[in-house]
């Protein structure tokens, strides 16, 4: 198999109601292997139960958005954005890692935010492993890792688009 993605064979659409348990077998795997073992128990819990399907279920019925990747019919990446603003999730199963679905991703999510909403602010939480990467994608971290009241450890982050020509270079 080939290191990167042929543009033929990557599919990127917006998340169903009907995608959610998917969704939630491919986050939870992802989560499971490279955020939970840096996590405390309580953030643990949290992190689980908001990455059930029936919370991504939910999200998504609120209009939460959910970009999924997906090559040939399996599902290999997603990114998910509230308010068009913040980025919650940005998932891509660890077999299909470095390859730049994430990158992919993370153009779709932010230009869709900007067409939908002018967004020229994106934040995020990162977890320590992933923070390299949303480095290399713009964001800069915004203070030192945190814990949250949830008791998840989080490096608070964000990227300001200076002008459209951003949106190209990403």
Known sequence: MSSRPSA??????IARVADARAISVLVRRVVRRWVLPD???????????GTGTKAIRQRIL???RFHLAY???VLVGVAAIRDDSHLFQLYVST??????????????????SVRRAGTRR???????LAVP???????VAMGPEQTSPDGIRSTPMQLILASDSHLGML
């Open 8 to 13: 033929l064979s990557l599919s990127l659409r």
């Open 39 to 49: 996590q405390p128990a309580k953030g643990v819990a949290f992190l689980l139960a």
């Open 62 to 64: 609120i209009d939460q």
């Open 71 to 73: 090559l040939g019919d």
């Open 95 to 112: 077999r299909y890692q470095r390859r730049g679905i994430a990158r992919l991703l993370w153009r779709r999510v932010m230009r869709d």
């Open 122 to 128: 994106f934040t995020l939480n990162s977890s320590a």
């Open 133 to 139: 990467m949303y480095r290399q994608l713009g964001f």
